[in-house]
């Protein structure tokens, strides 16, 4: 699971990099929002595959690669820095274009997804359980004579804000289908140093 967190955080990294032209001018964009994209297997695979090809990228470029931010762990948290190095990104921008990617935000949402609905599937509970769950426990707020009814009021509306947050990242039920009958595949990768 950590290696999916790291996936996780390393798309959303790469989501906030300048985009930069083959003329070296970076063009001001900003990250935007986290967004899922209905995966297919074919994705997946595409996805694994580039991404097992960039971690050795990573790796060729670790000694070349500053870290004066805040310390890494292998080579795919290292992405956001050696990204920035020329050599590295031409690369990557060719891996990418290879695995059939038009762009590091495609390659991004596909990992974000797939991350997203792998977390979910390896921890064998589904989004209508985890559901189910926030509404036992509010009616246990409700049942609660120790509470008034402004602090269940507050306590539920809090809870099911916290719900609704929740719910952004919840897999789309057809991306944990598809992730689910291809675990062998990418626990490997997920789950690789």
Do not use: H
């Amino acid at each position: 699971m950590p290696r999916l967190i790291a996936v996780l955080l390393v798309c959303l990294g790469l989501l906030a990099l300048p985009q930069v032209q083959s003329t070296g001018v970076a063009q001001d964009t900003t990250a935007p929002p986290f967004e899922q994209v209905k995966l297919t297997p074919d994705m997946v695979k595409r996805f694994l595959a580039s991404f097992a090809q960039i971690k050795k990228v990573g790796t060729k470029y670790e000694a070349q690669t500053d870290r004066s931010g805040p310390p890494s762990n292998g080579p795919m948290a290292a992405v956001s820095a050696y990204i920035q190095n020329k050599q590295a990104r031409a690369e990557i921008e060719k891996i990418l274009q290879a695995n059939g990617f038009s762009d590091f935000l495609e390659w991004s949402r596909v990992g974000q997804s797939v991350g997203l609905a792998y977390g979910f599937v390896r921890s064998k509970r589904s989004p209508e359980e985890l559901q189910q769950q926030a509404e036992q426990a509010i009616a246990l707020i409700r049942e609660n004579d120790r509470f008034t009814a402004q602090q269940k009021e507050r306590m539920i509306a809090l809870m099911r804000q916290q719900l609704g947050s929740m719910s952004r990242f919840t897999p789309l039920p057809e991306n944990a289908e598809v992730v689910g009958g291809m675990m062998d595949e990418i626990k490997p990768v997920m789950d690789s140093d």
